[in-house]
């Protein structure tokens, strides 16, 4: 026995334990998904090996050569950074690595800094481009600006020394400068080993100055190149903003994202003075390499600062003190193997599948508890929607958190740098946050979508089609310099770019960690201007937030698998309730006058004036009271509204199980879904005890129990767990819930044989009818309705059923619709035969027979030659006799009960089969189904002629 309405805990513990116990069942389908992506990562783990194997080969490994060391044709066997190509040189061994002259950063001709719109006048005009001998520019400010110009006119001199000798010492008095790239180490200078030329500049240059550079190193490395000179000029700005503007305005601009106004550096000397110097240098940290994608990694900083200080020291001290800056070179290394992070350069587009795949997981069991109507089946037996939001989104949480989590494990104990690299707690928290807004977006999503298949192929196209997008679209909108930022972020606001950015950028900073031996992302990177990941984290919390809030939103408003949509303005109801206006009252009236043309039968309005007379007195001696009941269904492409119930008016007792007789199309399950909260009534109401159908149907739930005309089951759950499950809705607890579940089961006849631990999906059509009407009774409500029980059951079956019916009934009232007259003959207290939308007739089997059947239906078979004769015997009984059915030979008449006896029919008959061979005859009082048919026939014809 409940124990009243299950309280907000109990609720969500019955759906916990029955997800638990779903998910139990389904642990091969969780077993593949999390094994998706471990397979995943074991196949980029397989492809890494076989590329790093293909580049381990001899052709990439340090240059070797062969040296004769005596006359007997032998030779031995030499490796080094001297006899290696570039591609070579990155895995050589470099004990003493070779010194470089120190370079400035130098824009390329086509680049250098000219007169603009936003730059100061003293700037180069553009015509220098049509000599190609456009200078190379730096910009000095301070506040003392007799310093400044002094120390500007010691930066470049007048003339150069060309008197080199092959020792890299002799270029420190000159200033030396490039437009060539680092890379990530400087073994190699690129300045001298690529097409990129080297620059000399000095304040004033001869027309086509060159002079060759011949450098060796102990290494035996040999450069050959030729210097061009360029000459240098040096502005002085008043406020560092000024040198701010001209130095990062002008750079990648134009539609192509190229450098159109670059300039070498800009100089802050502060508040130096002749005894103190302090400096603040400005550069371009944003470079990128000749595919404007990477940044680069080192930066030609070290010759800045030195010419400045040199510059400096030359004001002070005069033209001879020199601040000399003889080389540059790296740090020794041993042998390196060449590697390649394939894993980091393509987790952007795989994990992005990895991850996404919850999305149709999630989409598709929303959908399909939608589509199977098992949502609202759940809420009728009193399942609220707060502790079902709140055990499903934490029952995919979980799930979610589980998958995520034995992804990153995997990942890292496999080895990847993409997690072993970034720091953990980052991860955690972009996954967390990400998992999150794919669950609320999923919620948000399942309100559109109604059939399972379209719900599940359209999120399997937006895994593939958001990876495809984000690496061959958004990434290189992300990686574009001169793309609008604003854009990228509106770009971001799609969760599938947002979860591809972070991605990107956890794969970039793992492929730089790899590389230069570093960590990878930290939360001090956050801070960096070039990462996303601060961004891409706010966005996805604020919407996740948002879509959360939408999704619940849309969830309560529109009526999709959970009932009856509320009013938009739902929440402002508790503020202030409308009265219903004049106009709405006016239409419905109207509504009521056009469906009341039928003059209604006596027992129709002595039940119109028992409603009226408990809603006057307030009477709670019926369970259910329906008062004037109206549902219009408005016209649609072309056709007139349909008026499914008029008017419909009924009062229930407890104890008393009332049968709805009618023809397809009635109106029945219109009723029925007025009454279960799956429409909302156009006008008129019912009351379930005492409670309102229009606002209470959350407390009617819990007092109401459904059998719908469709088993509404979850396949992989046993009969004994959905009792379990609906009984602790109905707040059965401990012993008292196991005890109600057995009874339930033995009324049912699915206690024997095992039959209560199988799977539902195993069980026969009639056994899930007998689950079904099993589900409806425990916990004992108040209130059920029942849709056709006993369909597909066999008889023995049938009976036991309709045995547990009549035992139910004594403490609850029932609603039975039924096409079975024996059905309803052995189960209804009263009967009412619904057509067209209304009432025809109210009253006890017997009663209805008695109205309505003042008649015997003879029956007589013989040859086709004997019909007239047998007319006229049927005449000669009764002469208001009336032929009801005619077909080969057999022919069925009504006699009434006043023109005949039934001997003078045998007597009939005997006299008859002298004559003419009778194959068949028959006598029967009027049973149910000819009332029925009577009764539909006589309402439809009514209705057609009105």
């Keep these: 026995m409940a124990s009243g309405a299950a309280s907000f805990w109990t609720q969500p513990n019955a759906l916990l334990?029955?997800?638990l116990t779903f998910q139990k069942r389904n642990m091969g389908a969780n077993v593949r998904l999390i094994l998706f992506p471990l397979v995943l990562c074991f196949l980029l783990v397989l492809l890494q090996t076989i590329i790093n194997n293909q580049l381990d080969k001899a052709s990439n490994k340090c240059g070797c050569t062969c040296i004769h060391t005596d006359g007997d044709g032998r030779c031995q066997k030499?490796?080094?950074?001297?006899?290696?190509?570039?591609?070579?040189?990155?895995?050589?061994?470099?004990?003493?690595?070779?010194?470089?002259?120190?370079?400035?950063?130098?824009?390329?001709?086509?680049?250098?800094?000219?007169?603009?719109?936003?730059?100061h006048g003293d700037l180069p005009s553009k015509s220098c481009k049509v000599s190609g001998a456009c200078p190379a520019t730096i910009l000095i400010t301070g506040k003392n600006s007799s310093l400044g110009h002094g120390v500007s006119e010691n930066m470049f001199k007048n003339t150069v020394d060309q008197n080199f000798s092959s020792n890299v010492y002799s270029l420190a008095n000159t200033v030396l400068g490039t437009e060539s790239?680092?890379?990530?180490?400087?073994?190699?200078?690129?300045?001298?080993?690529?097409?990129?030329?080297?620059?000399?500049?000095?304040?004033?240059?001869?027309?086509?100055?060159?002079?060759?550079?011949?450098?060796?190193?102990?290494?035996?490395?040999?450069?050959?190149?030729?210097?061009?000179?360029?000459?240098?000029?040096?502005?002085?700005?008043?406020?560092?903003?000024?040198?701010?503007?001209?130095?990062?305005k002008g750079y990648w601009k134009g539609n192509s994202g190229r450098k159109i106004n670059e300039i070498i550096a800009g100089y802050d000397l502060l508040n130096s003075d002749v005894s103190n110097f302090n400096v603040g240098i400005w550069y371009n940290s944003t470079?990128?390499?000749?595919?404007?994608?990477?940044?680069?990694?080192?930066?030609?900083?070290?010759?800045?600062?030195?010419?400045?200080?040199?510059?400096?020291?030359?004001?002070?001290?005069g033209p001879a003190a020199n601040l000399l800056f003889d080389f540059v070179k790296e740090m020794p290394k041993p042998e390196t193997q060449l590697r390649l992070d394939f894993a980091s350069l393509l987790g952007p587009l795989f994990f992005t599948w990895v991850i996404l795949q919850l999305f149709p997981v999630v989409l598709s069991s929303l959908v399909y508890e939608k589509e199977q109507n098992l949502r609202i089946m759940m809420k009728m037996h009193g399942l609220g929607d707060g502790p079902y939001w709140m055990i499903t989104y934490a029952y995919f949480l979980v799930i979610s958190s589980v998958y995520m989590l034995a992804f990153v494990i995997f990942g890292s104990v496999v080895g990847l740098k993409f997690f072993t690299l970034n720091d953990y707690s980052i991860q955690f928290v972009f996954y967390l946050i990400y998992v999150n807004?794919?669950?609320?977006?999923?919620?948000?999503?399942?309100?559109?979508?109604?059939?399972?298949?379209?719900?599940?192929?359209?999120?399997?196209?937006?895994?593939?089609?958001?990876?495809?997008?984000?690496?061959?679209l958004f990434q290189s909108f992300v990686e574009d310099e001169s793309f609008p930022r604003g854009w990228v972020i509106v770009m971001e606001l799609y969760p599938g770019f947002s979860l591809y950015r972070g991605l990107y950028e956890f794969s970039y900073y793992a492929i730089n960690g790899f590389y230069l031996g570093i960590d990878g992302m930290q939360w001090k990177d956050l801070s960096a201007g070039a990462n996303g990941m601060k961004e891409i984290l706010v966005i996805m919390f604020v919407e996740w937030l948002v879509v959360l809030s939408?999704?619940?939103?849309?969830?309560?408003?529109?009526?999709?698998?959970?009932?009856?949509?509320?009013?938009?303005?739902?929440?402002?109801?508790?503020?202030?309730?409308?009265?219903?206006?004049?106009?709405?009252?006016?239409?419905?009236?109207?509504?009521?006058?056009?469906?009341?043309?039928?003059?209604?039968?006596?027992?129709i309005l002595q039940e119109k004036v028992r409603v009226k007379q408990l809603l006057l007195e307030q009477s709670t001696s019926h369970s259910v009271v329906c008062d004037d009941l109206l549902k219009i269904y408005p016209g649609r492409d072309g056709n007139p509204e349909k008026i499914a119930v008029r008017g419909l008016s009924l009062a229930l007792p407890q104890g008393e199980c009332f049968g709805?007789?009618?023809?397809?199309?009635?109106?029945?399950?219109?009723?029925?879904?007025?009454?279960?909260?799956?429409?909302r009534p156009t006008s008129g109401t019912a009351y379930v005890e005492g409670l309102d159908i229009r606002t209470n149907m959350d407390g009617i739930y819990s007092n109401m129990g459904v059998c719908p005309q469709h088993d509404l089951l979850w396949n992989t759950l046993t009969g004994r767990e959905h009792l379990l499950f609906y009984g602790r809705l109905k707040n059965l607890k401990g012993s008292a819930l196991t005890q109600a579940v057995e009874e339930s089961l033995k009324?049912?006849?699915?206690?024997?044989?095992?039959?209560?631990?199988?799977?539902?999906g195993n069980y026969s059509g009639g056994m899930k009818r007998r689950l079904s009407v099993a589900i409806s009774l425990i916990g004992n409500p108040k209130v059920v309705y029942m849709d056709e029980p006993s369909t597909g059951l066999d008889p023995a079956s049938r009976n036991n059923l309709w045995n547990a019916v009549k035992q139910a009934k004594k403490n609850r009232a029932i609603f039975l619709t039924t096409h079975s007259m024996e059905e309803a003959e052995h189960l209804c207290d009263r009967l009412g035969i619904f057509v067209d939308g209304s009432f025809q007739c109210i009253g006890n089997p017997n009663e209805l027979k008695a109205r309505y059947g003042g008649s015997y239906v003879f029956t007589m078979t013989t040859s086709s030659n004997h019909e007239e004769e047998v007319e006229n015997l049927v005449k000669h009984l009764s002469p208001s006799a009336n032929r009801i059915y005619h077909i080969s030979g057999t022919q069925k008449f009504e006699l009434p009960k006043k023109d005949v006896r039934i001997a003078d029919v045998f007597q009939a008959v005997e006299k008859a089969k002298i004559k003419f061979t009778v194959h068949a005859w028959g006598l029967t009082d009027t049973t149910l189904e000819d009332v029925f048919i009577k009764v539909a026939r006589g309402a439809q014809a009514f209705h057609v002629l009105s």
């Design 78 to 119: 030499v490796c080094g950074l001297q006899y290696s190509s570039i591609k070579q040189s990155f895995t050589c061994p470099i004990p003493s690595p070779p010194e470089w002259p120190p370079l400035l950063r130098v824009p390329a001709p086509e680049y250098r800094a000219l007169i603009t719109d936003f730059s």
């Design 181 to 248: 790239h680092n890379k990530i180490t400087n073994f190699l200078e690129p300045a001298f080993f690529s097409n990129s030329p080297v620059y000399y500049l000095q304040s004033k240059c001869a027309p086509n100055s060159t002079f060759p550079l011949t450098i060796l190193e102990a290494t035996s490395v040999i450069v050959q190149q030729e210097a061009s000179c360029v000459q240098g000029l040096q502005f002085w700005r008043n406020t560092s903003s000024d040198i701010n503007d001209e130095l990062y």
């Design 17 to 19: 334990r029955k997800n």
């Design 287 to 317: 470079i990128r390499d000749n595919t404007g994608k990477r940044p680069i990694p080192l930066l030609r900083v070290p010759g800045s600062v030195n010419l400045v200080s040199s510059a400096y020291l030359q004001f002070l001290l």
């Design 437 to 472: 807004l794919q669950i609320s977006l999923a919620f948000l999503v399942a309100a559109v979508f109604s059939n399972l298949k379209t719900a599940t192929v359209i999120g399997y196209i937006l895994i593939f089609g958001t990876g495809l997008l984000g690496a061959f």
């Design 747 to 760: 009324s049912v006849g699915l206690f024997n044989g095992g039959v209560a631990d199988k799977q539902a």
């Design 550 to 603: 939408v999704a619940y939103y849309v969830d309560q408003v529109v009526a999709s698998g959970s009932g009856v949509g509320r009013n938009p303005l739902y929440f402002l109801e508790k503020l202030q309730k409308k009265p219903l206006s004049l106009s709405t009252k006016t239409s419905l009236q109207r509504q009521r006058s056009q469906v009341s043309v039928q003059m209604e039968k006596q027992d």
């Design 660 to 679: 709805m007789l009618g023809p397809n199309g009635a109106g029945k399950t219109s009723f029925i879904n007025m009454m279960i909260g799956l429409i």
